[in-house]
């Protein structure tokens, strides 16, 4: 079985430039996950998908922070402007229970700097 | 919203002896409580989980325990290994909402 897929996996900007992040969850799975992890620290929840629609984005930076999951698939996380701060390793994971609660399955994770 | 605490944040243990990272969540709703271990540069995988109509689950050398009442979980891991070493995250959700993770505790199994 395939696993998450990330990409970029890398990525260095400068700050107020964009980037986006790519994720494509296991097959089937209907829950998709946006986590920022900060190095040091655990995984903050950006924003949750169930299917195309959104759960849970009260974490979402929405000022500079979005995310979209066309078709219930893919999903797109976008940073424009880039902050230093927003220095961090973004990690997608689905899950195939929803609100039953299950495994998240973590893909390998988008690295960016920004200077 | 959801807040969980883990201690300690490192841990040093001789190999082959036991390690315990305690964790404590605010939000009584939650009811399920996953552990994931990370090693350096890798992605967090789950290792063990247990839910909150269960008070302990044990797989091989890993176990982990539930006290609702007090809202905290811990793992134990018994007989330490090298492989042991890494980062380990708990978290705590309400049927795979408000997904929260602890800060982690950085393991580290001395030979």
């Known amino acids: 079985e395939a696993g998450v897929a990330q990409s970029p996996r890398y990525k260095i900007i400068e700050k107020r430039q964009s980037v986006a992040f790519w994720c494509n969850p296991i097959?089937?799975?209907?829950?998709l996950y946006w986590y920022q992890q900060i190095l040091g620290q655990g995984p903050k929840l950006l924003i949750q998908?169930?299917?195309?629609?959104?759960?849970?984005d009260s974490q979402l930076p929405k000022d500079r922070f979005s995310a979209e999951r066309l078709k219930g698939v893919d999903s797109t996380l976008k940073i424009q402007p880039a902050k230093l701060e927003d220095s961090a390793v973004y990690l997608c994971?689905?899950?195939?229970?929803?609100?039953?609660?299950?495994?998240?399955?973590f893909g390998e994770g988008s690295r960016l700097t920004v200077l | 919203g959801e807040n969980v605490e883990q201690h300690p944040s490192t841990l040093s243990v001789q190999e082959g002896d036991s390690a315990v990272i305690k964790c404590t969540y605010s939000?009584?709703?939650?009811?399920?409580f996953p552990w994931y271990k990370q090693e350096l540069g890798k992605r967090p995988q789950l290792i063990i989980d247990?839910?909150?109509?269960?008070g302990e689950k044990k797989d091989q050398r890993i176990a982990v325990t539930l006290n609702k009442t007090a809202k905290h979980f811990s793992l134990h891991i018994t007989e330490t290994q090298p492989e042991d070493s890494a980062v380990y995250f708990c978290?705590?959700?309400?049927?795979?909402?408000?997904?929260?993770f602890g800060p982690g505790t950085r393991l580290s199994v001395l030979p």
């Open positions: 994971a689905s899950s195939s229970r929803g609100v039953s609660a299950g495994e998240l399955f």
């Open positions: 097959s089937g799975h209907a829950t």
């Open positions: 998908f169930q299917n195309n629609g959104v759960v849970d």
């Open positions: 939000d009584s709703a939650s009811n399920y």
């Open positions: 247990i839910r909150s109509n269960v």
């Open positions: 978290a705590a959700s309400n049927y795979g909402q408000n997904f929260v």
